[in-house]
């Protein structure tokens, strides 16, 4: 049997989804010599042509109670359409975990996911409904940012889903459709320092950095406050990882975030405990990363004390 791909399209009420289904199937072609159905979770301020619908042999079926969106439900709008592909724009306020879980129809294979976010109600969603937000994004192969200005905060809404969903591309979108390539910001730390010194207000920001673009710290050197990560039997000789616990999403996503660090003496420092640390970082490969990435090399080992706020953010 043939793979009937998928794709999902994730975000809030009026975030854009259903001008961008729209959009991919009239105006990028990939409405043409395909059976498509288009699955509607809510109803939004958009609304979709069933008439122009039919005109590229799509169609479109509506499910807006939660309780109807069964693996039985799409079971039977396959038998009923006999879709070549699907879009399924999903309800904004419905978790997205049940239907990564659910077994699909015969056939059915998610290969893309997108989510939409309104640049201009995000930093508030964000403030009032973070969980919920973060929700619509952390499976996403795609997230885009539409409605985007001059003034939008892109370095900043860059880094809130990079930390939870690092592999995410990032697009933004202008109000008129165009897409803003140009998505640099200025670093809050001197690249070109002969030590970089890194806050714990940048720490956050260093980390998503390092490991996005690794060969601009090959190297560089680094200061910064470390807890230790080195617990027994589970370290190879000579390694431990200096880093910080970040809060991702909410206080139920704390995780830590640390760097491999190649160091002799590496068995001296006690699992936990806070250091202040300079090294080198060099671009290499390491087994942890599954390929090449930032490795620590110390210069500087020292006690230190533990700060007053253990957490580092990425905002």
């Known amino acids: 049997m043939e793979e009937i791909p998928v794709y999902l399209f994730t975000g809030f009420m009026d975030s854009g989804k259903t001008t961008l289904i729209q959009e991919t199937l009239y105006e990028n072609g990939f409405g043409e010599d395909a059976c498509t159905l288009v699955i509607c979770c809510e109803d939004g301020e958009e609304e979709y042509d069933e008439v122009k619908l039919h005109t590229i042999q799509g169609s479109l079926a509506m499910i807006e109670d939660q309780e109807e969106f069964t693996k039985e439900k799409l079971e039977e709008l396959n038998e009923k359409y006999h879709p070549d592909q699907v879009f399924l724009e999903y309800n904004g306020t419905w978790e997205v975990g049940p239907f ?20 201009g109600t995000y930093e508030m969603y964000l403030a009032n409904m973070r969980a919920m937000m973060m929700e619509q994004m952390f499976a996403a192969d795609v997230v885009i940012f539409n409605r985007c200005d001059d003034d939008t905060p892109k370095g900043k809404f860059r880094r809130t889903v990079k930390a939870l969903n690092r592999r995410a591309q990032i697009v933004y979108e202008r109000e008129d459709g165009s897409i803003d390539e140009n998505d640099m910001e200025e670093l809050p730390f001197d690249l070109n320092a002969d030590v970089i010194e890194i806050t714990d207000a940048d720490y956050g920001i260093w980390y998503l950095d390092a490991m996005d673009d690794p060969k601009k710290y090959d190297g560089k050197k680094v200061h910064f406050l470390a807890l230790v990560y080195r617990p027994e039997h589970k370290m190879k000789r000579g390694v431990f990882v200096p880093g910080r616990f970040a809060m991702t999403c909410c206080e139920a996503d704390i995780q830590f975030i640390g760097f491999k660090c190649k160091y002799e003496q590496a068995e001296s420092i006690p699992h936990r405990s806070w250091i202040d640390l300079t090294a080198e970082i060099r671009h290499e490969f390491a087994m942890e990363y599954h390929g090449k990435g930032p490795v620590l090399y110390p210069i500087s080992v020292k006690k230190a004390e533990k700060p007053e706020d253990e957490l580092v953010y990425f905002s």
């Open 100 to 119: 990564q879980e659910m077994t699909l129809p015969k056939g059915w294979v998610v290969v893309q996911s997108l989510a939409t976010v309104d640049a």
